[in-house]
């Protein structure tokens, strides 16, 4: 290992900034969860690799010839497979926030806070980090004890280790994330060659240290202090959202006792107060207090206790999904008034949405009259009038173009321009001359119109009003 | 007076501050840029030499500057009033 960066990783660690760690953000223990396996515990594995996997693995698909996914900033242009959308098209983006903001909540009032659990990138980052942890430093035991022990050779040589490993992984999370924004292949490569732009570089580093930050410092503190959704997600919540809940009527009264025992004999309920609900929450929170807003429903503890409940030969669900109706023996209510309301506005955004792209005119022409003169008289005595015509096109393929203009009888269009062809993404930028008679000039400003129609497609095709003043 | 201010430890307000104007400086920055071109903004931009990408950051920097003062200035009157409520009401 190279020296400088054993130096630099391990100097937060120092006893002196010992407490700073443990109080990062508030004043608290550094939890150290217990690794859990079961059901709960591999989908979200499960959810975890699929959705890291998609992270870094999306920006390198390919499409017709371009990044799949590119949100292309320098160049402005978003690339979404098919689909090319521009700043103008911004509208668009919006749509799509709104739909995913909805989405968040018809999830939350139907199944509660499942997203913080399985696929926030807060959650996925903090298990990949963790699980890096538990690679280099061992279980929850071990970690606790080399975290006691005084400094040593041995100490140093893991806690650097750890930190270049989360280092890397979050350099490479950076360059993922600033490849969503540039073309990822030349970026690559230009990093190869060690020939990054300063702005790049900074990305990567920025993103690159928020991601070492938020999941292996800040962790669950993230979800208590700074998360907006665990704020507001209980304005969603109902009696019948879906909940992870500690089943206090069967449980209590908790306390040990022999595998053999009659508890019931004993007047003691099914809850053995083993603890290891408590010991794998990633938040260091106690379920059989109740629900509590710092719960960011991974189910680590239903893993836990469903695990204590098979060795102590219990049914299994003392701590399990529920809802609040359900553990008060009521029914559960799936379709409810605030679901049905949650999914028809989901339904009418998203119907709006696909019409929209559907009916997207991929052509843009804008008119700019010339500021220079309001209007010429020609040397055979008709009126003209100069504009600067701007043709967009927005489609993925080059298209030519014929122009044609109305709104005033025997109106001439002029223009040098041999043939309107542009290419994808172009703009292409029009003089234009249109001559009148004055005879044929209702007023000083008369309306006109033009048309711009793809050769290739006749449905391709947009007017735009402009003016024509006379004298 | 100090000695309340003391219970919010300076690392919260910071994040108190930072975290909401950075989300917002965000918001900001795309929408602002959607708007406007940086190369229409300074018609001189591949003059200055800097790229797109660095005139967004900027950008974006700048406006996290204006929210995160804006921040302040929010911190810092919750917690004056807020004091001279309470030692107001203590008072009484
Ligand atoms: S209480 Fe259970 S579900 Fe909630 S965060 Fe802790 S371990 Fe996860
Ligand atoms: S894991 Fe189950 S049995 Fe153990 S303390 Fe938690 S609720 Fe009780």
Redesign the interface.
């Known amino acids: 290992m190279d020296v400088n960066k054993t130096n630099q990783a391990a100097r937060p660690d120092s006893t002196a900034d010992e407490q700073i760690e443990q ?5 608290q223990e550094k939890i150290y969860p217990r690794e859990v396996h079961g059901l709960f515990a591999r989908l979200r594995a499960l959810g975890v690799l699929s959705l890291l996997g998609i992270f870094y693995g999306v920006p390198w698909l390919r499409w017709g010839g371009h990044q799949a996914i590119l949100f292309d ?2 160049a ?1 242009k978003f690339h979404i497979f098919g689909l090319t959308l521009w ?1 103008q098209d ?1 509208i668009y ?1 919006a749509f799509l926030l709104i739909i995913a903001g909805l989405t968040l909540f018809f999830v939350t009032a139907l199944a509660g806070r499942i997203w913080c659990g399985y696929a926030c990138p807060q959650t996925v980052w903090t298990e990949a980090f963790l699980w890096i942890e538990r690679k280099v430093e061992g279980d929850r035991m071990k970690q606790r004890k080399l975290d006691a022990q005084p400094w040593n050779a041995r100490k140093i040589r893991v806690k650097a280790t750890k930190h270049a490993l989360w280092i890397l992984f979050s350099l490479w999370t950076g360059f993922t994330f600033v490849g969503y924004f ?1 073309p990822i292949i030349e970026l690559g490569q230009r990093l190869i060659v060690v020939n990054l ?4 570089t ?2 990567i580093i920025f993103y690159g240290f928020a991601t070492y930050g938020n999941a292996g410092w800040m962790r669950e503190q993230v979800c208590k ?2 998360c ?1 959704y665990a704020r507001f997600q209980s304005a969603m919540f109902d009696r019948d959202t879906l909940i992870i809940s500690y089943d206090q009527a069967r449980g209590e009264p908790r306390g040990s006792r022999k595998r053999s025992a009659d508890h019931h004999g004993l007047g003691l309920g099914d809850c053995i107060d083993c603890t290891m609900c408590v010991q794998v929450c990633p938040t260091g929170i106690d379920i059989r207090d109740g629900l509590q807003y710092e719960c960011i429903a991974c189910s680590a503890c239903i893993d836990a206790c469903d695990d204590v409940m098979d060795k102590m030969g219990y049914d299994r669900g003392l701590v399990r999904y529920t809802t609040e109706t359900a553990m008060h023996g009521g029914k559960r209510h799936i379709i409810r008034p605030r679901i049905i309301v949650y999914a028809l506005f989901l339904l009418t955004i998203m119907s709006i949405f696909a019409w929209s792209i559907a009916h997207r005119v991929v052509l843009e022409l804008n008119v700019i009259r010339d500021r220079n003169s309001l209007y010429r008289e020609t040397s055979d005595g008709l009126i003209e009038n100069v504009y600067t015509l701007k043709v967009l096109n927005k489609d993925d393929a080059e298209h030519s173009y014929s122009l044609g203009v109305s709104g005033i009888p025997g109106l001439a269009l002029k223009s040098d321009l041999k043939e309107i062809r542009v290419e994808p993404g172009g703009v292409l930028e029009v003089p234009v001359r249109l001559h009148a008679d004055e005879s044929e000039l209702q007023s000083r400003s008369s309306q006109v119109v033009f048309t711009l129609v793809a050769n290739d497609d006749q449905t391709l095709s947009v007017t735009e009003n402009a003016r024509f003043i006379g004298p | 007076m100090s000695g309340e201010e003391k219970e919010i430890p300076k690392l919260q307000k910071c994040i108190a501050v930072l975290w909401p104007s950075f989300l917002t400086a965000g918001a900001a920055t795309g929408l602002f840029f959607s708007a406007f071109d940086p190369y229409d903004l300074f018609p001189f931009g591949e003059d200055t030499g800097l790229s797109r990408l660095g005139i967004y950051t900027i950008g974006f920097f700048l406006f996290w500057a204006l929210t995160a003062v804006s921040g302040i200035g929010t911190l810092y009157f919750a917690i004056t009033n807020c004091l001279r409520y309470n030692t107001s009401r203590r008072q009484d």
């Open positions: 109080s990062l953000y508030a004043r900033l320098p402005r700043p911004f983006l540039t732009g300063p702005w790049e900074f990305w202090y700074m907006p």
